[in-house]
């Protein structure tokens, strides 16, 4: 089975704090994404990666940027965090080619 | 752009109910759909998957169709369980420049009371 993890279940910050939230996939996946995830608005794509060192924008990723050093990793950054980042993230990976996405258990963030 | 749309938002049902789950989008020049289920607080699993090929699947008690023409599909859940309340999510794979992204819809909560 594949498994997706990802460092917290549970994080809170403060407004301005450099923030890391950190995805591991055991499956030699080449495809890696970050969602966040909000009531209202559903999931929506801040970055992927094709590969190591490879990224691409979502939809969203302004105040966000990543980090793809090792195929089995894929970080989400946030500069500076603020209040409007509180959200459910949600990291999934795919294989190259492959037809479906697996997905993390998610990190509950909450900016104070 | 693709959207997706889900509807009912909520639902509530008794046990041993069938129901189905609506799931409509925008722009037919998909991959293939997803259907997920979503715990509270909790991530996403991956229920079944259909094909853009494809008419439907079958996992246990779920049947999920896909009518790609109409930018429709549903989710069919036969004798429903209180273990099945939910949040259940559709995601579409777009074809083509789009083709690694997942745009989903914003989800039917499903509560099977017993």
């Known amino acids: 089975d594949v498994k997706v993890t990802q460092s917290s279940r549970y994080l809170v910050k403060r407004t301005g704090e450099k923030v890391f939230l950190e995805c591991v996939q055991d499956m030699d996946h080449e495809n890696m994404f970050w969602y966040r995830q909000d009531p209202g608005l559903g999931l929506r794509l801040i970055y992927f990666s094709y590969d190591v060192k490879m990224k691409e924008k979502g939809d969203i990723p302004e105040g966000y940027s990543v980090s793809r050093e090792k195929k089995e990793r894929f970080s989400l950054i946030l500069e500076s965090a603020s209040t409007n980042q509180t959200s459910m993230y949600l990291c999934?990976?795919?294989?190259?080619?492959?037809?479906?996405?697996?997905f993390g258990p998610g990190t509950r963030l909450t900016v104070l | 752009k693709q959207e997706v749309t889900q509807i009912p938002a909520a639902l509530s049902v008794p046990e041993g109910e069938n129901l189905v789950l609506n799931c409509s989008f925008t722009?037919?020049?998909?991959?293939?759909l997803q259907w997920f289920r979503q715990d509270p607080g909790k991530g996403l699993t991956s229920l079944l998957l259909?094909?853009?090929?494809?008419r439907e699947q079958t996992s246990g008690r779920l049947n999920a169709s896909l009518d790609k023409s109409s930018g429709r599909s549903t989710l069919y859940i036969a004798a429903s369980q209180p273990g099945d309340s939910a949040t259940y999510l559709c995601a579409v794979r777009g074809d083509g420049a789009s083709g690694s992204r997942l745009t989903f819809g914003e989800g039917t909560q499903l509560t099977v009371n017993p």
């Open positions: 999934a990976s795919r294989v190259t080619g492959g037809t479906e996405q697996f």
């Open positions: 722009d037919s020049a998909i991959y293939n």
């Open positions: 259909i094909q853009s090929s494809q």
